[in-house]
């Protein structure tokens, strides 16, 4: 199966998990609760870094449960690298249509910016001072996965929706009209937070010629980035989250002898 | 400072509940009676998203699920013994309290969780409320017939 198609599916499925699990709360099946900021599976807690990280930071203090359910997305990035973002966030899938639509109707392609991490170094550090100033954890109003898993949440048990669904439909929009894809590259925290997880072992999308696999110069892979990076010339992280379409580009001009791959 | 708001029973003391609380939603999923909602922003900026209980819409049952399902440490999840909840204390209302009227009333007396201690008769059969024993799930108030309630849960830290 191609790449693409897989992590559709998987983005899918997720948002469908999303939406099933207040769902069978409700009906008292609750082997998985939470939302996108905590999740228990069973007995296995995850909680999301960014928010964990706050409540250390403003308590100046953590529970031991907090701590170990921090660890595994933790660990989970440092091995595969920030593929909660392209393979499960619900808003990167929502993004990703939007920006298809965008593409489509509006027929825009190239980004007002180009890419580079300071932006999302910035936010991340005003969050926090916010956060510090305001006395609790900011990032959990601007958290877009979180509003969204949240908002599912409220929506099957009581009823309504809160203001912050607002954020989303805000930047949808914007993405639509202005900003391609803005939120997952230069702003969103959740994301900043997982891309500080990595060492030289973690997936990569690596570019790397021999006698079989010769790059042909075609540029479909950074044609299909949706974050305008050029997976050739190297440079991706922090901003690359591994969805893989600059490789099923790449395979798809080279008839399957793509010098870029995933690797360790 | 912002409104107080009933808290989940186990919560820690409003700032430090505050700065803790991840807003996941696990306390107000666990909840049975559905007794939890979350904050708005007509409940003030820094409670969306944070659980609140209003007694007189569904009270706190006590059954004590909750604590032990917040990641955060917000809520105290070592707090297993419902005599050791701390969410706020009941006050009397004395000028619209049926029985401090005269009239016969022991609605919230009847159905105080810890029976005839928290909330006890006095010799004119009047409720008196032992601040010492109180845990604030505001059973009473959801059920006082005066309306507005005559007596009213005052959260943890409101003076």
């Known amino acids: 199966m191609k790449l693409p198609l897989m992590r559709r599916i998987a983005q899918t499925a997720f948002l469908c998990l999303l939406v099933a699990i207040p769902i069978l709360n409700e009906r008292e099946i609750s082997f998985i609760t939470g939302t996108l900021y905590s999740m228990s599976i069973g007995p296995v807690d995850i909680t999301d870094p960014l928010s964990g990280m706050q409540v250390i930071m403003l308590t100046l203090s953590a529970t031991r449960a907090l701590v170990v359910s921090m660890l595994i997305p933790i660990l989970i990035t440092f091995v595969l690298g920030r593929t909660f973002c392209s393979w499960l966030c619900p808003q990167n899938l929502f993004s990703e249509i939007s920006d298809i639509l965008s593409r489509k109707v509006l027929r825009q392609r190239r980004a007002l910016v180009p890419p580079t991490p300071i932006p999302r170094w910035g936010i991340l550090a005003l969050v926090i001072v916010g956060s510090l100033v305001l006395g609790f954890p900011l990032a959990s109003l601007i958290s877009a996965p979180g509003i969204i898993s949240l908002q599912i949440s409220t929506a099957v048990f009581e009823g309504t929706v809160g203001l912050e669904t607002g954020l989303v439909a805000f930047i949808l929009l914007a993405e639509f009209f202005v900003l391609r894809r803005f939120w997952c590259k230069y702003v969103c925290g959740v994301g900043t937070v997982l891309g ?12 790397r010629e ?9 540029g479909a892979c950074s044609r299909a980035c949706q974050f305008d990076l050029d997976p050739v010339k190297g440079k991706l992280y922090p901003l690359c989250h591994n969805c893989g379409d600059c490789i099923a580009a790449c395979a798809k001009s080279t008839n399957g002898k793509n010098p870029l791959q995933l690797r360790f | 400072m912002s409104k107080r708001f009933l808290r989940p029973p186990g919560a820690r003391d409003e700032r430090h509940f505050q700065a803790s609380c991840i807003r996941c939603n696990k306390c107000l999923v666990i909840c049975p009676y559905r007794s939890v909602r979350t904050g708005t922003l007509f409940d003030g900026f820094t409670n969306m998203g944070t659980p609140i209980i209003d007694p007189r819409r569904v009270p706190c049952y006590l059954c004590m699920k909750c604590p032990p399902v917040c990641p955060s440490g917000a809520l105290d999840a070592t707090l297993t013994d419902k005599r050791d909840v701390r969410m706020g204390i009941a006050v009397i209302d004395k000028k619209t309290c049926y029985a401090w009227q005269g009239t016969l009333c022991r609605s919230c007396y009847e159905i105080c969780p810890l029976f005839d201690e928290a909330i006890a008769m006095d010799d ?3 409720p008196v409320i032992d601040e010492k024993k109180c845990v604030g799930c505001g059973m009473c108030e959801n059920v006082c017939p005066a309306d507005p309630s005559a007596i009213i849960v005052k959260p943890k830290g409101e003076k």
């Open chain 1, 196 to 207: 500080f997880f990595r060492c030289g072992k973690t997936l990569k999308v690596t570019f």
């Open chain 2, 124 to 126: 004119a059969l009047r």
């Open chain 1, 210 to 218: 021999d006698h079989e696999r010769k790059c042909i110069r075609c």
